[in-house]
């Protein structure tokens, strides 16, 4: 999303045959979406069903900045120590292994 946003593309397979009821069978299935709907348009082709998608104006680009930052602050609404021990360990050089909520040294 931040190579979308800083106006960069990125290479996604779509499947134009997506029907609604296989749309949350993967997370991979969203760009398909995003496509499909015009959120995302096509710069290129790398190979069969490989596209390179960017996000197609200014105004498209709004509003996925836009999402994307109220779904940051919904996280980080709902787990304020999870955020905690990110930026700690941000801080201190040590990675953090979110799933887990355990920093590693």
């Not at 490989?50 to 680009?61: G, K, S, V, Y």
């Not at 994307?68 to 919904?74: D, G, T, V, Y």
Request: hydrophobic share 45%; aromatic share 8%.
């Amino acid at each position: 999303m931040e190579a979308l946003i800083a106006g960069e593309t990125v290479e996604k397979e779509i499947h134009e045959d997506l029907t609604y009821n296989e749309l949350y069978a993967s997370v991979g299935n969203i760009w398909s979406m995003l496509y499909m709907t015009g959120y995302l348009t096509q710069r290129g082709f790398s190979d069969g069903s490989t596209r390179q998608l960017a996000i197609p104006n200014r105004e498209i680009r709004s509003i996925f900045t836009r999402q994307i930052m109220a779904m940051f602050k919904e996280a980080v609404a709902a787990d304020g120590a999870l955020l905690k021990a990110f930026c700690d360990a941000l801080e201190q050089g040590r990675a953090v292994d979110v799933e887990k909520e355990n920093v590693l040294g």
